[in-house]
Each structure stands twice: as structure tokens, then as C-alpha cells.
């Protein structure tokens, strides 16, 4: 079975900062995908972005980045000059690639505070 | 931009109680999940459904749930008996391909207290 562990329950940064949210994971299989969703107080959970195991570029969307470690099993979320609207729980996912509806499996959330 | 919804936002119900949570899936898309996030523990998969039925379910999702599409927009979650260990945040989701080839929407949550 699949694991995703988020070990840091709360961060904060201030704005304009950068910060790294850890994501480790374990799985036996080689073909998956990685998320990172986020969800603001009260509101929906967003995806924020997605990896594909099979790539070895990192994946990037505007001020969010990814360092992908395969070897590692690691994939941490890289947020650039934080915003306060950046303040949400994220969640890390893991959903193996074998079939197009497998469940997501997701860590525990970090809490990130920006402050002002 | 259209979006999953679900309610209520917050129920709080009696143990031993039944309760229907209520989600609004985005109109085009095919395959609909539950999600529950128990208090500082790990959001979880409860079940996924496509085709007018489960096609996956978790070990929590036993005889105690059920899920419905009753009329083409809904897609419910029915807790029978509810117990103190359901109380949890629980997460309806759509996807137009499946999780993994398109990108799964979530609703915010309805929040589920059993007293």
C-alpha cells in the first residue's frame, strides 16, 4: 500500500519569501503521478500541480515549483515570493497510474501561514 | 468557472442517526469520489463511482454507506447509524477522465459532527 507523509503540521513565511513544504512517499511501483493541492480556509481543495513519475523535469506552474527525488521519494512544493492569498492547508497526493480512476492517496496537510 | 458543491457546509446529527451529504458535481464530468479528513488526520478515499455505479471502494466504506446519483446532478452519500467515529470533514470530487489523466475538483467540505 501507498503512504504520503507531510511532516511539517504548520509552516509560515513571511510575504515575499520563498518556502518548501516537504512531501515524502512510499510506493513499490514505478508508473504514478504526485500532487499538490491547496485549500484556503472554507474553500474548495485546488489542485496546485501535478508531476508524472515517468518525467524527470520538474514541474512548474508560475511561482510554485517542484523538486521530484524518484530515488528518493521525495517531492517537495517550492512556493516563490509568497502572497497572503497563499495562506491555505496543502495537501500532498499520490495516485498510482495504472488505471484512470484509482484513488488519491494524500498526507496529513501542512497549515502555511504568509504573514505581512 | 464551474465548480463541485456540496451541502450542508456543517451538519451536526445525533448518534445513531442517518444523514445524506449532498454534492453537485460539475455537469460534464464522469467520475464522482468521497474523501473524508478526520481531525488532524489524513484525508481518505471512501469510494469512487462511474457509470451509475462503485467502481473502488475502501475498507471505511462498508455497510453503514451508501452513494446515489439519484437524478443525474446529485451524487449523495448516505452514513445509516451514524456513530462519534464519523465525525469528520467529508470531500465530494469530480473528474471528467479520472483522477490521474484530468485534473479532480473538490468541493469545501461538508463538515459532519455526530453528538
Known amino acids: 500500500a501507498q503512504t504520503v507523509t507531510q511532516s511539517q503540521p504548520e509552516m509560515s513565511v513571511q510575504e515575499a519569501e520563498t518556502v518548501t513544504l516537504s512531501c515524502t512517499y512510499d510506493?513499490?511501483?514505478?508508473?504514478?503521478?504526485l500532487f499538490w493541492y491547496k485549500q484556503p480556509p472554507s474553500r474548495q481543495m485546488i489542485l496546485v500541480i501535478r508531476q508524472e513519475a515517468y518525467k524527470q523535469q520538474n514541474a512548474t506552474e508560475n511561482r510554485f515549483s517542484v523538486n521530484f527525488q524518484k530515488a528518493a521519494k521525495s517531492f517537495s512544493l517550492k512556493i516563490s515570493d509568497s502572497q497572503l492569498g497563499d495562506t491555505a492547508m496543502y495537501f500532498c497526493a499520490f495516485m498510482s497510474r495504472n488505471s484512470g480512476n484509482t484513488p488519491l492517496v494524500f498526507g496529513k496537510g501542512t497549515r502555511l501561514s504568509v504573514i505581512a | 468557472e464551474p465548480e463541485v458543491t456540496q451541502t450542508p457546509s456543517h451538519q451536526v446529527t445525533q448518534m445513531g442517526q442517518e444523514v445524506i451529504l449532498r454534492c453537485v458535481p460539475i455537469?460534464?464530468?464522469?467520475?464522482f469520489y468521497w474523501y473524508r479528513q478526520i481531525l488532524g488526520q489524513k484525508v481518505e478515499f471512501l469510494v469512487s463511482?462511474?457509470?451509475?455505479?462503485?467502481?473502488?471502494k475502501s475498507e471505511i466504506f462498508d455497510d453503514q454507506f451508501s452513494v446515489e446519483r439519484p437524478d443525474g446532478s446529485n451524487f449523495t452519500l448516505k452514513i445509516r447509524s451514524t456513530k462519534l467515529e464519523d465525525s469528520a470533514m467529508y470531500f465530494c470530487?469530480?473528474?471528467?477522465?479520472?483522477?490521474?489523466?484530468?485534473?479532480?475538483?473538490f468541493g469545501q467540505g461538508t463538515r459532519l459532527t455526530v453528538v
Open positions: 510506493t513499490s511501483e514505478s508508473n504514478y503521478y
Open positions: 463511482f462511474y457509470n451509475n455505479e462503485i467502481s473502488e
Open positions: 455537469s460534464n464530468h464522469l467520475y
Open positions: 470530487a469530480s473528474s471528467e477522465t479520472g483522477q490521474g489523466l484530468g485534473e479532480a475538483f
